[in-house]
């Protein structure tokens, strides 16, 4: 299963990372390279390996329906790099680009 | 709505409906799940995602889910797994859902439809119920050129219901989404509201000529917010597919949305990059052990459910099946029913009221049931004030208008008001004397024997009275206050 | 505050150098003075050259803010609740642990500047029992390296060789410990990130059962195998840290509601009829033999204190670093999705509007090593390679841990393996990524199974520290503990832990 050039690209698609041209066939074969290594797993017969989900069979503890959270020491607008009126600014999504700006 | 008629193709429907659970907490942190509050206020550092924060899961979440996917038929799983579903989206704040995919909560369940409607009835399996949370919320036309995140809503818990593609109309799609609303609703479970984003959906539909077993290339539309625009998007969308089978092409798998302005689907816009979510167990969560005592406790507890309470209602109050279901087809118009028929002892009578005055009243304010101002405890007083003449049925309609608008007690809006009925033959006498004198043209005519002007003269009575007047005793009173003082 | 601080007491300068129960017992009794230790602590970091053009332990510092909670112990001396088991001892968390008032960088430009809202349960824990913050220590960026060159901060280096690295990913704070700037410090183990750079430089280095520390407020690596670990210079003080750090948190739900024991409890108990395991897998033919025969000295030195040496198999041994290095770089993928520039951390603008802003910032913001692994996390956990890499690896880590119940099963009590395959190498001499990999060899599997492990030095090659590995079953910290002091103990006529450089 070599890790082909288009396959970086579609992973640092799937990643959102842009990798430069430049860098994509040396990542393809520094994938391959780790991955190969990977192979010998196959080696190993697990046909009857049940396995466990998450470690800690006991099953998971649940928490009770009230507050208050883990505070905050500082709101979200110290913190993020663009905010407005309490709300976190992005640039606009493609799938919007056409959206008009509501009316005031 | 026109209803489409197509000879050649079958319309074949698979809902995926999304729904909030009623709590108080959002699924895996300790922040208030209500709307409204200012954007970005009901955030912690598990629903904002920062570095290191973790989740916990929401046990009354867990028990809502468990509620109602058993009213759904499904089978609980005693073992259940959490998963990643990861993508990019900046109301998500964490880069993936938590989720659950192939090991859900419940799974393989049903219901019935077409039984209220008196159709054929259809059943319509239920794929699986499963958990999850919700994204926050996209704000995209409020700045200019940018989105605003608001993630007050990320992290609420949310069950995700799959039905099969059972159903073959947009009609049956219509009957499905008021169905689990309403069995949602009666296990309280959720508020399911899709105007206030309780609920929503989205639609699977395909096309295939009748009578063929493979099913068609499938579709998928979001962007529905009404229970009638999922019907219209259905028709729609399934017209354009037919109409592209019929000119020799082939419709893609894709998503599309609809544009309730324009009647129509249009494919979305968003990059069809291949999703690939690359789901895997949530490390951050063990799997979700479920004991089966706890389960069936919670099975149990469930509140009666819409089809057990039709019956019941029949039996034991003998009303008919149409007004049994009128009643039912809300969980709180058939308690509030209940309530008032089991304290006025006329369930006849409480039908009537709260399927009409009850019902157009609280629709006139705009209120939820549990807000009205009118309680059962004092409708079924007014109707026992009905039953025992203390109050005429034109007294009562006003009376109750009082009590909507003060939420007072109706012997107290009698007393205020002098609407409970007057037998008391002195004031009976006073106003059918000055009716008499007032028209004297009417009373003469009267005198001589023109008998069929006694029920002008009783309403003229009762008007004046404002409707307190006792109308059998004006008229025994009428011929001997009219014949003169003896 | 330009002006240069007062030097500290020499009394407190040497308390700083002595265990932590002398250093708690005297500012208990109000003989040393919690800020002063503070001083002395930043003293000697000035000393050995802890700063950025020389050894480069630190991320961030903060002298003010830990003279002020100094300053508060101070203050609350002789009040009735007693001052904890850490009153006043200065210590150096890795910068991947949420702190308040300190930034928490993770060693990368992605969170640089970014100070966390909201603190981690083991940094709670540590201030509740009185330890001062004294900075956050440099790591491998996001726990992911093995030498502490993989920083955006540059690389630590080895307080014992400056040419050498420390280990990684938790190196600066091993250096931090080795260097005597700190008694004691947190680390994080995915693979090893605690056992091996203490393994490095000389110094105690604990990696817990999974579940045993919370992980509420460590940034996570790889959920299924991460945990905060504790550096120590002595068995005594890192037992000590753990039992601090340790117990079930309700905001972690993979803390385990299991009972914390005195460790501490352990430090002169008998080895007398311990059964310690060899497992052979860890002593393979090209072993290092300058590792071979410290290690044989400390299984005679175990021998010697009446416990008995038994050979064993751990057979899926082999396979440990193929499957960590597909589950790890898996969960990283999803984890490190968070970093995205939208609330908090680096935002590169792009023209390519929204996706443009994803890619530019996370392809500035990390690094390569960070870039090879979510890249290669995202590729196994991907549509037609889950069930071949992810799944595949999951099943086989099964075995792994299999591997261990059934030793641990069969009479063992603890198992004794070295801990790295070679000593400290030199600043930029393991260049390809799977060689480098290669160093979390033996500890690795004690993440994939969960079981706890610790890494004590029992001697060196030519000056450089090496260290021994005791692993014991899930929970079973005190027999691990109990393992380590008895080794620590019969060693210390011929080796002095962390003294290489003295
Ligand atoms: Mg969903
Ligand atoms: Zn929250």
């Known amino acids: 299963m070599a890790v082909t050039r288009e396959d970086v690209v579609k992973v640092a698609k799937l990643a959102n990372i842009a990798i ?27 046909a009857r390996v049940q396995t466990a989900e998450g470690l800690g069979s006991g099953g998971q503890r649940l928490r009770a329906d009230y507050g208050p959270p883990d505070g905050l020491a500082s709101a979200p607008a110290t913190f993020a790099p663009e905010t407005r009126d309490g709300f976190v600014l992005v640039p606009r999504l493609a799938t919007h680009e056409g959206s008009p700006e509501r009316a005031p | ?27 895996f942190c300790s922040c208030s799940a209500d709307f409204g509050a200012p954007p970005n206020t009901n955030v912690c550092p598990v629903c904002l995602a920062l570095p290191g924060a973790l989740p916990v899961l929401n046990h009354h979440a867990v028990e809502l889910a468990v509620r109602a996917a058993i009213a759904l038929e499904c089978k609980v799983h005693e073992t259940s797994v959490f998963a990643r579903k990861n993508y990019f989206y900046p109301d998500l704040p964490k880069g993936y859902q938590i989720s659950q995919y192939d090991k859900p909560l419940a799974e393989k369940g049903w219901l019935t439809i077409g039984e209220l409607e008196n159709k054929t009835p259809v059943r319509v399996g239920i794929t699986r119920v499963h958990m999850e949370e919700d994204a926050g919320k996209s704000v995209h036309d409020r700045y200019n050129g940018v989105t605003a995140i608001d993630l007050n809503r990320a992290g609420v818990p949310l069950i995700e219901i799959v039905s099969e593609p059972d159903m073959r109309s947009s009609a049956e799609a219509g009957a499905y989404l008021r169905l689990i609303k309403q069995i949602l609703s009666y296990a309280g479970v959720s508020d399911v509201s899709m105007e206030e984003g309780s609920l929503r959906v989205d639609a699977n539909v395909s096309a295939r000529l009748r009578g063929a077993t493979k099913l068609g290339t499938k579709t998928e539309i979001k962007n529905v917010n009404s229970f009638s625009a999922v019907e219209r998007a259905l028709d729609s969308e399934f017209t354009r597919q037919v109409a592209l089978l019929k000119s020799g092409g082939t419709v893609s798998q894709q998503t599309m949305l609809w544009d309730g302005a324009r009647g129509e689907t249009r494919p979305s816009r968003s990059k069809e990059e291949s999703h690939d979510y690359r789901y895997f167990p949530e490390p951050d969560l063990p799997p979700l052990a479920l004991d089966a005592e706890w389960i069936a406790r919670v099975g149990r507890e469930i509140p009666e459910l819409p089809d057990a309470r039709r019956k019941r209602l029949v039996d034991e109050y003998k009303i008919t099946p149409p007004d049994a279901e009128l009643l039912t087809s809300s969980a709180g118009f058939s308690e509030y029913f209940e309530a008032v028929a089991r304290a006025s002892l006329d369930p006849k009578g409480a039908v009537n009221w709260v399927m009409g005055e009850v019902s157009a009243a609280v629709n006139a304010a705009g209120v939820h049931l549990d807000e009205f101002a009118v309680r059962p405890a004092d409708l079924a007083e007014l109707l026992r004030m009905l039953r025992d003449d203390v109050v005429s049925h034109t007294a009562a309609k006003r009376i109750f208008a009082r009590m909507v608008e003060t939420g007072k007690p109706p012997v107290q809006v009698a007393a205020e008001e002098g609407l409970q009925k007057v037998d008391d033959d002195s004031a009976l006498a006073g106003w059918i004397d000055e009716v008499l004198a007032e028209n004297p043209s009417e009373a003469a005519r009267y005198r001589a024997g023109e008998t069929k002007l006694q029920g002008v003269l009783v309403g003229l009575v009762m008007k004046k009275s404002k409707g307190s007047a006792d109308p059998k005793k004006v008229n025994q009173l009428l011929p001997e206050r009219a014949r003169g003082p003896s | 505050m330009k002006a240069q601080p007062a030097r500290a007491s020499a009394a407190a300068a040497k308390l700083l150098a002595g265990p932590l129960t002398e250093c708690v017992a005297c500012i ?44 508060q112990l ?23 642990i949420a702190t308040l008032g300190m930034p928490t960088t993770c060693g990368s430009r992605i969170l640089e500047g970014y100070v966390s809202p909201y603190e981690a349960t083991v940094v709670r824990r540590l201030r509740a029992n ?58 994080s183990e995915t693979g090893g990130s605690v056992r091996q750079p203490a393994s490095f430089c000389g110094v105690v280095g604990v990696k817990p059962t999974y579940g045993r520390v919370s992980r509420y407020g460590l940034v996570a690596f790889g959920s299924s195998l991460d945990q905060v670990g504790v550096l120590g210079r002595t068995v005594e003080d890192a037992s000590i840290g753990m039992e601090v750090i340790s117990g079930c948190d309700p905001l972690d739900s993979t803390s385990a509601d299991v009972p914390v024991p005195r460790y501490e409890l352990e430090k002169n108990a008998g080895l007398k009829g311990l059964v310690i395991g060899k497992p052979r897998e860890y002593f393979p033919d090209g072993l290092d033999p300058r590792i071979a025969q410290e290690c044989e000295r400390a299984l005679d030195a175990y021998r010697e204190l009446g416990a008995t040496v038994r050979d064993v198999s751990l057979p899926h041994t082999s396979y440990s670093i193929p499957v960590y290095y597909i589950i790890a770089p898996a969960e990283a993928s999803s984890n490190l999705a968070r970093f995205d520039g939208v609330r908090y951390g680096l935002r590169v603008l792009s023209e390519r509007g929204l996706n443009g802003m994803y890619e530019e910032t996370r392809a500035r913001g990390f690094g390569p090593e960070v870039t090879r692994r979510v890249l290669l996390g995202t590729y196994v956990l991907s549509a037609g390679y889950y069930d071949a890499y992810y799944k595949k690896a999951q099943a086989v880590r099964t ?54 492990a610790m890494s004590v030095p029992i001697g060196d090659a030519a000056g450089l520290p090496i260290g021994g590995q005791i692993i014991a079953p899930h929970f079973g910290e005190s027999v691990m503990f109990r393992a380590a002091f008895g080794l620590e103990r019969a060693l210390a006529g011929n080796f002095v832990p962390g003294e290489q450089d003295a």
């Open chain 3, 74 to 96: 101070t203050a609350h001396l002789g009040r009735a609740e007693p001052l904890g088991n850490l009153a006043g001892v200065p210590v150096a968390l890795k910068d991947n």
């Open chain 2, 1 to 27: 709505m026109t209803a489409v008629t197509e000879r050649e193709y079958e319309m074949v429907v698979g809902l995926e409906v999304h729904v909030q659970l009623k709590t108080r907490t959002k699924a």
């Open chain 3, 399 to 452: 075995l792994i841990a299999q591997d261990f119940r059934d030793v641990f099963a069969s009479g063992v009590d603890v198992l004794f393996t070295p801990t790295t395959p070679t000593p400290a190498f030199e600043l930029g001499a393991v260049k390809d990524a799977y060689e480098m990999y290669l160093s979390d060899i033996f500890t690795a599997s004690a993440n994939l199974a969960g079981v706890p």
């Open chain 3, 130 to 187: 009185g330890a001062v913050i004294v900075g956050k220590t440099n790591m491998d960026e996001f726990a992911m390296g093995s030498s502490t060159e993989n920083s955006a901060y540059g690389p630590t280096r080895n307080p014992v060789d400056i040419r050498r690295v420390p280990g990684g990913s938790s190196g600066g704070s091993a250096a931090a410990v080795a260097a005597g700037i700190v008694r004691l410090a947190l680390g």
């Open chain 3, 28 to 71: 208990r009794e109000g003989a040393a003075i919690p800020a002063d230790m503070v001083s002395a602590s930043f003293d000697r970091a000035d000393e050995v050259g802890a700063g950025k053009d020389a050894l480069n332990i630190f991320i961030s510092t903060d002298r003010e803010g830990a003279t002020e909670s100094a300053k």
């Open chain 1, 20 to 46: 430069d041209e430049t860098r994509l066939d040396s990542l393809a074969l520094e994938l391959n390279a780790i991955l190969g290594h990977m192979d010998e797993l196959r080696k190993v017969d697990t």
